[in-house]
């Protein structure tokens, strides 16, 4: 499933290739890609003539926003990609909606699995309002009623790479809590766009087992956490992504992060730092990867 820096990717080409566009026409091949508004057919009325002006990320969404400030939201998820082609390419069967551009290239939103959504929402502040406070439901009601833009991610976390998220909204964040690092770092209402990979990593880079509970950690680990997962973002975005399932970015190709990942599906292998072998194990129902070297077990607390 792409994550923070595959979604950052595809935004990133996105932008390059389609900012001053203008959608002509819809043609949804699959009605349960929309999601909102409903029924597709109004979705299609309703982002003909749009004109691009630019296109960013929100957590693992990509955002298109429109120049009359409405957004058209596009969640990947496990197979969902977005393609620029030119006129006259043949016609594929995992089209799910096809945006036919005014230039003749047509936009495709390619999606074999099709758990992927399709979003179109007035525009307004993006900004979270923060889990815990305000409208938490994750489903969207398809209803009469428009649900402006920054309500799609009032469940959100922070974004990971913002200058917003300091080491102290971690350790805020972190807190008294007792869930397992592992479990917190999937969890898209602790920190938005971190996933399977990109946890591991993190948790590798920053020396921390993932069974560790928030409420163990001292400053110093807080500190190599905040870090290493801003790293391992970073590196992922400047490799254009980890390849793995089907993710690819806009002209088709796979990106280049999975070789130059550390622990991730490499279980028994040499680890990069100590050169004992690389572990497994289920968290969350995820499949876990970390050095047991490295990442030493957390040792069971004793009462005062
Ligand atoms: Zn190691």
Known sequence: MPELPEVETVARDLHRAVTGATIRDA??????????????ERFVAEIAGATI???SRRAKTVLLHLEDGRVMTVALRMTGALL?????T???PYVRVAFALTDGRELRYRDIRKFGRIGLWPGGGLKSVG???????KRVAEDGRMYRIGEVFSGHGPEPLSSGFTVERLKARLGRRSAKLKTLLLDQSFIA?????????ALWRARLHPLRTADSLEEAEIRRL????????????ANR??????YVSTDGEPGENAERLMVYRRTDQPCYRCGRPISRLVVAQRSTHFCPRCQPQPVASVGP
Request: charged letters at 30%; proline letters at 8%; aromatic letters at 6%.
């Open 53 to 55: 002006r630019r296109v």
């Open 241 to 246: 992504g980890s390849s793995f399932s089907d």
């Open 84 to 88: 620029v082609v030119p006129e006259g």
């Open 90 to 92: 043949p016609a594929d």
């Open 27 to 40: 043609t949804v091949h699959w009605d349960r890609t929309i999601r909102h508004p409903q029924p597709p």
């Open 193 to 201: 766009g971190v996933g399977n990979i990109y946890a591991d990593e």
């Open 131 to 137: 889990a815990g406070r305000g409208a938490r439901s």
């Open 226 to 237: 905040h870090r290493s997962i801003r790293k391992v973002l970073r590196e992922g975005i």
